[in-house]
């Protein structure tokens, strides 16, 4: 039987929208997602779960109501359910997204910048 | 409020030892962890849940008992739950784990390799 890796940069090397994250993996019922992001994203939550943002080239600021992160690569954040926020990249971010399956990327609200979900690559 | 990064660098400058996880944060009911190994781990399986590799430095080989994968910085796998797999690293390597909370390293086989839980850096 054959086993094959799955690897980040090949991955990546398969889209160049923005803010359309695309599924790489499922683990039980979550899913691990790539998304590439420049600009600002719009402020949105997730009210019944929390979201992993897991840099691997650039930088991401994610602003809350009360503060700020920002992550640069080789380095993660936990957004925790229900807490609005609004993720911001100055230059093109290569990120890695782990959330239940079914999340939508705009959380709640819904807009232009609402992608289509569970797009495979 | 302070919001800060989770460096997976920085968190594995603070352990040496081998085969034993290192939860550095949590999601919902899911912990990602970060572990170094060397040489061979043992035959396990985890029955109820898959679990997720993902190799931040160096190589790991996961070998089935009807196959192999390697991977490499930059790569993950997901092995299925129930799935007998044995874990071997020629050199040290570094990977990040994510999984239920609560999943022991050794599955359902307990072993001199079987690590305390739960433990945070």
Same mark, same amino acid.
């Given at each position: 039987?054959?086993?094959?890796?799955?690897?980040?940069?090949?991955?990546?090397?398969?889209?160049?929208?923005?803010?359309?994250?695309?599924?790489?993996?499922?683990?039980?019922?979550?899913?691990?997602?790539?998304?590439?992001?420049?600009?600002?994203?719009?402020?949105?939550?997730?009210?019944?779960?929390?979201?992993?943002?897991?840099?691997?080239?650039?930088?991401?600021?994610?602003e809350?109501?009360?503060?700020?992160v920002?992550?640069?690569?080789?380095? *993660?954040f #936990?957004? =925790? /359910? @229900? %807490?609005?926020?609004?993720?911001f &990249? $100055?230059?093109e971010?290569?990120? *890695?997204? #782990?959330? =239940? /399956? @079914? %999340?939508?990327?705009?959380?709640? &609200? $819904?807009?232009?910048?609402?992608?289509?979900?569970?797009?495979?690559?």
């Open positions: 039987m054959g086993y094959h890796p799955i690897n980040f940069s090949e991955k990546l090397s398969k889209f160049t929208d923005r803010w359309s994250p695309k599924v790489i993996s499922e683990m039980n019922d979550y899913q691990f997602k790539l998304v590439k992001v420049e600009g600002n994203f719009m402020w949105h939550e997730h009210q019944n779960t929390d979201e992993v943002f897991v840099v691997l080239e650039g930088a991401l600021t994610i809350f109501r009360d503060g700020a920002t992550l640069s690569k080789g380095e *993660m #936990v957004v =925790p /359910k @229900g %807490v609005e926020h609004k993720p &990249a $100055e230059k971010c290569h990120i *890695m997204l #782990v959330e =239940p /399956k @079914g %999340v939508v990327n705009t959380g709640d &609200a $819904e807009d232009d910048l609402t992608a289509e979900n569970d797009v495979w690559i």
